[in-house]
């Protein structure tokens, strides 16, 4: 083949499905035949590469990229990548021409390198064991696996690790040989439904969307012959239906708040119905931002019209918090619009979003460095000392802007590429971004929900770790008077519990993460401020 760069002409060895053009240095796909072997379980897909590219490739992260399909669950190639990334592989590669006794102490070394990254003994000991039954190795199977076909509690802990690692399919198969054993045990009938359901834990059935996919499911009426498992789901059904009735209830008040009156029509009304000495908070018809957002009159402004005095006291409220920075020294009151900068306690604000008589603040800087949370370890944002810190000693140097800070519920997601659990949801006063929030404020390209990971230079890369896009400029942040900083912290998880999601220098986003107690990361506290 001819590279498409400078012309050399590249051959391509059979079976191989790139190569590097000798003269630039250009890679050069191969077009894949139709008959080109794709797995979806790695214990199948890493004894293909010994078959058929050596030993050697084994070793390799390219072959497996290469046969590795699209349904390998995710956690699954999160454990290969770490099995590379760690040293583990390595550990066997360089005891390939050992004896028997050396073999062993390098399998138990390499699992030590996943345990150590906190995957379980299980996951760790059974991604070994297939890159050792691929290598040819003969090692004797433990005590444990003899045992499992007449144990129901290592089949079913086996299937949680494996739903853990969104591997349906094998774990699905540990709950059905666990069941087989005991028809009548209910804790395999709920792990079928969360495997069903795909919830890694039996605790996220409760962020399901629909409680009768939990009640109507076909082993629900199994699972909940145990009185304990029936408590456990009829609690997340209560949850659900708690949550749906709170959205139906904030639909109906937004409906109610809402006004057929145009914008313009609506300060027109505003001028007309309020004396001359009350000055109300105006719409901003530009909304100069990435995003738009549908302009809404706030509730504020329609009790208004009912309530001058109200309008008044909202505006005296306002004006001891906000000035706009362009017009300090007059200290001119504004009214937050999407994409201004308001300055309160001495802070240069970014207005994210306005609704529901509330306003979206972030940080226009990065305010300072600090870890994620200073003990590196797994973490997620309701446990890490960030939280603290923000939601205390940086919470009261806000001074009278503390006031009209709105408690805020936050959700914490799982890591929506690596499945990495969020943890539970939080109150809040002052908090991170999420991933989500992140795009849904700052732009959506669709490439984080689509999972279209890219290389650092915005390439399609099916290794990549970054979302990056036409978006990547409106995410960059200065740190102080010193440009950007290398990344500023998300609250979301990265793809260790350990890690954490950050923003890069460039606007890249960072879905993997890095250590949570990592030194140089950045500070854009974010919060809603009640109008």
Known sequence: ????????????????????????????EAEK?????????????????????????????????????????????????????????????????????????????????????????EAAERIIREFTNAIGWVMQEPQDEILLLD??????????????????????????????????????????????????QEDKLANVKDPGSITNHKYYKYAVADPAIK?????????????IDAEQKEAVAELDNNNPMSPLQLNLALTSAIPQSVSLPQLDLARPFISPQPLSPTNEQFAALQNPQRA????????????????????????????????????????????????????????????????DKGITWENCTLRKYLNNEFYNKLGAAKSA??????????????????GNATTDRVFLLSLDELVKYFGDSGDLANKRRKDNKGNNDSDGIFVCDQYNSARIANYRNEGALWRW???????????????????????????VNSDSGGVRPALWLNL
């Open 405 to 422: 800070i709105a408690e805020t519920r936050n959700s914490n997601p799982s890591n929506p590429w690596y499945g990495t659990a969020g």
């Open 33 to 121: 035949s139709g008959d080109w072997k794709y797995f979806d379980n790695t214990k199948d897909l890493l004894a293909h590469i010994a078959a058929e590219y050596g030993l050697d490739a084994l070793f390799s992260k390219k072959y497996l990229s290469d046969h590795a399909s699209p349904t390998l669950p995710q956690g699954k190639k999160r454990l290969v990548s770490e099995a590379f990334s760690s040293g583990a592989v390595k550990i066997l590669q360089d005891n390939m021409d050992t004896d028997q006794q050396h073999k062993e102490i390098a399998v138990k070394q390499a699992v030590k390198k996943l345990t150590d990254l906190e995957f379980s003994q």
């Open 312 to 375: 008044v006291k909202s505006q005296q409220t306002q004006n001891d918090i906000f000035t706009d920075t362009s017009m300090e020294s007059n200290n001119v009151s504004v009214y937050p619009s999407v994409g201004s900068i308001i300055k309160f306690a001495d802070i240069d604000w970014r207005v994210l979003s306005v609704e529901n008589n509330k306003a979206l603040f972030i940080s226009e800087k990065i305010l300072e460095k600090r870890p994620y949370n200073v003990e």
């Open 151 to 200: 144990n129901i509690n290592k089949l079913m802990m086996l299937g949680w690790q494996s739903a853990d690692l969104g591997d349906w399919k094998e774990a699905g198969d540990y709950f059905t040989k666990a069941r087989e054993k005991d028809p009548s045990y209910s804790p395999a009938f709920l792990g079928l439904i969360c495997v069903d359901l795909k919830c890694p």
């Open 489 to 515: 912290w998300l609250r979301s998880p990265g793809y260790l519990g350990s890690c954490a999601a950050y923003v890069y220098d460039d606007g890249d986003v960072v879905v993997g993460g890095t250590a």
């Open 231 to 243: 408590t456990q789901l009829d609690g997340y059904v209560q949850i659900i239906q708690d949550r």
């Open 1 to 28: 083949m001819k590279c498409g760069k400078c012309g050399e002409e590249v051959s391509i060895q059979p079976g191989r499905s790139a190569n590097f053009c000798s003269n630039c240095g250009n890679k050069i």
